[in-house]
């Protein structure tokens, strides 16, 4: 049966093991409760360190957080960029835009000239408005000055709150952007993880 002898230490472990199994088998079979993803806002504790007023984007979970005092925070459901389109870093909030105007980055246009094809040799801006891929409300993230082209910003899909599905920028659903432009402003400092 076996090519070799068992070692007496590989036999007392795997009979310990076996007991612990029988003798325990809540353990044995337990399973981790599921994390549920909730986009709807609401005040959070978060850990110590953070200022009131700062925003925080944590991708990996899907949420952003505006602290509102020591510990505690509003959070909100978020879409984020997909895979190698992400921003991490700190920026300031330089613009806030109601109903912007939009156009895909040059970048947007070469990787999906399809998706973009009405904006091919050309300098077309989409209007604000229910259709524009903005949304309600934009927050222009700035460092040093200069405009990094993510955005903060409400969406025509909201089922893409909670996945990472976009060129980059943070997406909320419109109401909770609305809710977000309202209380931040302009100077406000966004740090993504």
């Not at 300031?92 to 947007?108: G, L």
Request: proline share 8%.
């Amino acid at each position: 049966m076996f090519s070799q002898p068992i070692s007496r230490r590989l036999f007392v472990r795997s009979v310990a093991v076996g007991a612990a199994t029988v003798s325990l088998p809540n353990l044995a079979i337990a399973k981790p409760k599921p994390v549920v993803f909730d986009p709807t806002p609401q005040e959070v504790r978060i850990k110590k360190g953070y200022e009131p007023g700062q925003l925080l984007i944590l991708p990996r979970s899907f949420y952003l957080y505006l602290v509102t005092d020591k510990r505690k925070a509003m959070r909100y459901g978020v879409g984020v960029g997909k895979a190698g389109l992400e921003f991490t870093g700190s920026a300031v909030i330089e613009v806030k835009k109601e109903w912007p105007t939009w156009r895909p980055t040059d970048e947007m246009i070469e990787r999906e000239p399809r998706t973009y094809s009405r904006f091919v040799d050309n300098e077309y801006v989409q209007p604000g408005g229910p259709e524009n891929p903005l949304g309600a409300r934009a927050l222009y993230l700035f460092q040093d000055g200069v405009d990094t082209y993510f955005r903060i910003h409400g969406t025509t899909q909201p089922q893409t709150i909670g996945q990472s599905v976009s060129n980059g920028c943070i997406r909320m659903l419109n109401d909770h952007v609305i809710d977000l432009y309202q209380r931040v402003p302009i100077g406000t400092v966004v740090t993504v993880l």
